[in-house]
């Protein structure tokens, strides 16, 4: 009924920039939150940055680096991330809590996406 199609992964030296972008599409009625996740591999999938409504909400480890935002008339969600680390090297996933036309509540997930740091 609704898919998240994200993009923008890839390969990118420390202390790069990415911007990873997420959309989502079909029987939308509103969208609640809107957030991003990560995993990275021998490790527990973790809050990165969230927003709903006005509020935003970081990770500490992202903290001053990564920046949310939202566009509500194209159902999207953005991830701007600097100053790449190592440690960020992980697949990135896009997260909606959506409010269907009916009226029910799902939470979906991407697909992911690798964002690799490396030199």
């Known amino acids: 009924q609704v898919q998240l199609v994200e993009s923008g992964g890839g390969l990118v030296q420390p202390g790069g920039s990415l911007r990873l972008s997420c959309a989502a599409s079909?029987?939308?009625?509103?969208?609640?939150?809107m957030g991003w996740f990560r995993q990275a591999p021998g490790k527990e999938r973790e809050l990165v940055a969230v927003?709903?409504?006005?509020?935003?909400m970081y990770a500490d480890s992202v903290k001053g680096r990564f920046t949310i935002s939202r566009d509500n008339a194209k159902n999207s969600v953005y991830l701007q991330m600097n100053s790449l680390k190592p440690e960020d090297t992980a697949v990135y996933y896009c997260?909606?809590?959506?409010?269907?036309?009916?009226?029910?509540?799902?939470?979906?997930w991407g697909q992911g996406t690798q964002v690799t740091v490396s030199s």
């Open positions: 079909g029987s939308i009625h509103s969208i609640n939150s």
């Open positions: 997260n909606a809590d959506i409010v269907h036309t009916s009226r029910s509540r799902t939470t979906y």
């Open positions: 927003v709903s409504g006005g509020s935003t």
